[in-house]
C-alpha cells in the first residue's frame, strides 16, 4: 500500500487515539510517574492493543459519509448506527461515549433535524465534535470561501455540538489543517490559520467575548505557554490548545502523540487531535510501524482511506502496483457494437456511441467530453465549440490536439478526473450500459491497447505480457477510471 496524504491524517490520528485509551482520565501526575512510552493494552477500558475509542469511530462515520457527498442526514444517521454498535466499532461495543455527543445521538434517532441535535449551551462544549472534525479537511480542501468553510464546519459540528465555541474550535482546527494539506510546514500553517481567522473575525459580527477565549491560539504563540497552563481535560478549547501546544513543542510524529498523552486526564482525544495534525505534518512513514501493527480493523481503515482519497481528494484509486496476481481481468479494446446492437464490452471504450448530458450541454461520447474538458482546462473555447459540434470522436480527438497554450503537466494532473467524471456521467444516464459496468463485479478492466500506453496498456489481449501487469507497457487509466466509475454507481 502507498499511503496518500488522507492515511497520514487518518492514521495519525486513530494511532494517537489508540495510545490514551488504556489511560484515559488518568492524571498528568500519574502519568509523570509512569509515561506512555508504547502502545499499551487494557487498562482504563479494558480493551486489547491497538482499540480506537470513539473519536475514532465517529471520525470513520463522517468519512465514510462524506464519501458520498455532503449530506447532514446520512452523517447522523451513520452517529446513529455506531452508537447502536452496528458500524465502526473497534470490536462490536460501545464502550467510550461523551455526555454531549449521547444527547444528540438521541434526539437523532428522534428524527430531529440534524443541526438542531447538538445541545447549544455553554455547558455543552465537550470535545466530541472537534474530535471527529478531521475528515472535513479532505472535503474542503479546494474551498477557499471563509465563509464556505464556517458554514460546512458549523453544520457538521452542530450535529453533536452546537454552541459557537465548538463550532470555531474545530473551524480553526480545520483551517490549521487545510494549510497543512496546501503543503505549508507547521510554522507556516499555524501563521496562515492566525491571519485568515483575523480576517474572518474582522469581516463578521461575532461574540468578541466567546473571540477572547481563544487569544492564547490566536493572538499569542501557544508554544510560549508553559506546561502547567496547558489543560488536557475534555473541554473544547482545552483540546485545542493542548494539540497545537503538543504539535509546536515537538519535532516528530512520536514525541507529539507521546507528549498528549501524557498530559494525561482525556488522553485519547487529546492525543488523536494531535496524531491527526502530526500526521498531516510528519507523514505515515513518521508513526511508528509497531503501533500502525496493532491499530484494530486497519485494513478496513485503509480501505475508507483510500476511498476518501478517491472521492474526496479526486485521486486515482486502483494502481498497477495494486493489482494482485488472483484478481480476474476483463480486457477490452476497439469501440464497435457487435452486429446484433447487444451491449458487449466495447462499450468500455471512450468512442461507444453512447450521448450524456452535463449542466445542458450534448456530449456525443466520452472521447468529445475529454477533449471538451482539454480545451476548457487550457482556456481554448474556439476548439472547444468546434469539439462539441465534432460528427465522430475521431474527429474530437484530433480537435482535441490542436488545443492551444496546452501544458502537459498541467493535462497529466487533470486528466484522469476528467475521465473518470465523464465516464460516471456516460454509464449513470444510461441503465443499460451501468447494468452491464456493474455486472463485471470485481475484475480488473484493462484496456488491451497495443498502441496506447496512458490509457491503456501498451499491449493486446493476446501478447504473452498482457496477464502480468508488471510487464505492462502502458498505465491502464483507462481501466482504472471504469473500476472507480464502477464502485460510485455501486453505492
Ligand atoms: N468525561 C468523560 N467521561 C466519560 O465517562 C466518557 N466516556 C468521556 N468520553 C469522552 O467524552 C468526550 C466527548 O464528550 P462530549 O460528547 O463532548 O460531551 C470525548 O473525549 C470522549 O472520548 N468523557
Ligand atoms: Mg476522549
Known amino acids: 500500500m502507498k499511503p496518500t496524504i488522507v492515511h497520514n491524517g487518518i492514521f495519525g490520528f486513530v494511532v494517537g487515539d489508540a495510545l490514551g485509551v488504556p489511560v484515559e482520565f488518568k492524571s498528568r501526575d500519574y502519568l509523570n510517574r509512569f509515561p506512555v512510552n508504547e502502545m499499551l493494552e487494557y487498562g482504563t477500558h479494558e480493551q486489547p492493543k491497538g482499540t480506537w475509542s470513539d473519536d475514532?469511530?465517529?471520525?470513520?462515520?463522517?468519512?465514510?459519509?462524506?464519501?458520498?457527498?455532503y449530506n447532514l442526514d446520512d452523517i447522523s444517521q451513520k452517529f446513529l448506527q455506531w452508537f447502536n454498535a452496528q458500524i465502526w466499532t473497534p470490536h462490536g461495543i460501545v464502550f467510550d461515549i461523551g455526555i454531549a455527543t449521547t444527547a444528540a445521538?438521541?434526539?437523532?434517532?428522534?428524527?430531529?433535524?440534524?443541526?438542531?441535535?447538538?445541545?447549544?449551551?455553554?455547558?455543552?462544549?465537550?470535545?466530541?465534535?472537534?474530535?471527529?472534525?478531521?475528515?472535513?479537511?479532505?472535503?474542503?480542501?479546494?474551498?477557499?470561501?471563509?465563509?464556505?468553510?464556517?458554514?460546512?464546519?458549523?453544520?457538521?459540528?452542530?450535529?453533536?455540538?452546537?454552541?459557537?465555541?465548538?463550532?470555531?474550535?474545530?473551524?480553526?482546527?480545520?483551517?490549521?489543517?487545510?494549510?497543512?494539506?496546501?503543503?505549508?510546514?507547521?510554522?507556516?500553517?499555524?501563521l496562515t490559520m492566525q491571519l485568515k481567522i483575523k480576517h474572518f473575525i474582522q469581516e463578521?459580527?461575532?461574540?468578541?467575548?466567546?473571540?477572547?477565549?481563544?487569544?492564547?491560539?490566536?493572538?499569542?504563540?501557544?508554544?510560549?505557554?508553559?506546561e502547567n497552563e496547558i489543560y488536557?481535560?475534555?473541554?473544547?478549547?482545552?483540546?485545542?490548545?493542548?494539540?497545537?501546544?503538543?504539535?509546536?513543542?515537538?519535532?516528530?510524529?512520536?514525541?507529539?502523540?507521546?507528549?498528549?498523552?501524557?498530559?494525561?486526564?482525556?488522553?485519547?482525544?487529546?492525543?488523536?487531535?494531535?496524531?491527526?495534525?502530526?500526521?498531516?505534518?510528519?507523514?505515515?512513514?513518521?508513526i511508528p510501524e509497531s503501533w500502525l501493527n496493532v491499530i484494530t480493523k486497519k485494513e478496513e481503515i485503509e480501505k475508507l482511506c483510500l476511498e476518501m482519497n478517491a472521492t474526496l481528494m479526486n485521486q486515482q484509486k486502483y494502481t498497477v502496483k495494486d493489482i494482485k496476481i488472483s484478481d480476474k481481468f476483463l480486457m477490452f479494446w476497439g469501440h464497435q457494437p457487435?452486429?446484433?446492437?447487444?451491449?458487449?464490452?466495447?462499450?468500455?471504450?471512450?468512442?461507444?456511441?453512447?450521448?450524456?448530458?452535463h449542466e445542458g450541454i450534448n456530449y456525443k461520447t466520452a472521447e468529445h467530453w475529454m477533449m471538451a474538458k482539454k480545451a476548457e482546462l487550457f482556456g481554448d473555447t474556439t476548439i472547444l465549440a468546434k469539439i462539441l459540434d465534432a460528427k465522430t470522436p475521431a474527429e474530437a480527438k484530433k480537435l482535441g490536439r490542436e488545443v492551444s497554450h496546452?501544458?502537459?503537466?498541467?493535462?497529466?494532473k487533470n486528466r484522469f478526473e476528467i475521465v473518470r467524471q465523464g465516464n460516471y456521467l456516460k454509464f449513470s444516464q444510461n441503465e443499460a450500459l451501468k447494468d452491464y459496468l456493474l455486472a463485471t463485479e470485481k475484475r480488473i478492466l484493462v484496456e488491451a491497447s497495443p498502441v496506447d500506453s496512458i490509457w491503456g496498456i501498451g499491449l493486446a489481449h493476446d501478447h504473452p505480457d498482457a496477464a502480468y501487469p508488471e510487464k505492462w507497457k502502458g498505465l491502464n487509466l483507462l481501466g482504472f477510471a471504469l473500476m472507480q466509475v464502477r464502485d460510485e454507481l455501486k453505492r
Open 338 to 357: 457487435a452486429p446484433n446492437g447487444e451491449i458487449t464490452k466495447t462499450c468500455f471504450s471512450q468512442w461507444w456511441l453512447s450521448a450524456f448530458v
Open 406 to 412: 496546452y501544458h502537459d503537466d498541467i493535462w497529466v
Open 56 to 69: 475514532s469511530s465517529l471520525t470513520f462515520c463522517l468519512a465514510e459519509s462524506l464519501c458520498n457527498g
Open 204 to 226: 463578521n459580527n461575532l461574540d468578541v467575548n466567546e473571540i477572547k477565549l481563544f487569544n492564547r491560539v490566536l493572538v499569542d504563540d501557544i508554544s510560549a505557554v508553559p
Open 232 to 286: 488536557s481535560s475534555g473541554y473544547v478549547l482545552h483540546s485545542l490548545e493542548a494539540s497545537l501546544w503538543c504539535i509546536h513543542t515537538t519535532e516528530s510524529y512520536k514525541d507529539a502523540v507521546l507528549k498528549a498523552v501524557n498530559l494525561g486526564d482525556d488522553t485519547d482525544t487529546t492525543a488523536a487531535i494531535t496524531g491527526g495534525l502530526a500526521g498531516l505534518i510528519y507523514g505515515f512513514n513518521a
Open 105 to 190: 445521538i438521541k434526539l437523532i434517532k428522534h428524527g430531529i433535524d440534524p443541526v438542531l441535535c447538538g445541545g447549544a449551551s455553554e455547558m455543552d462544549n465537550g470535545n466530541g465534535s472537534l474530535m471527529r472534525i478531521l475528515p472535513l479537511l479532505f472535503y474542503l480542501q479546494n474551498e477557499s470561501d471563509l465563509k464556505v468553510i464556517f458554514q460546512r464546519v458549523k453544520e457538521v459540528s452542530s450535529i453533536t455540538h452546537a454552541h459557537f465555541r465548538s463550532v470555531f474550535a474545530c473551524f480553526i482546527y480545520v483551517i490549521y489543517g487545510l494549510a497543512l494539506l496546501k503543503g505549508q510546514n507547521k510554522k507556516e500553517a499555524y
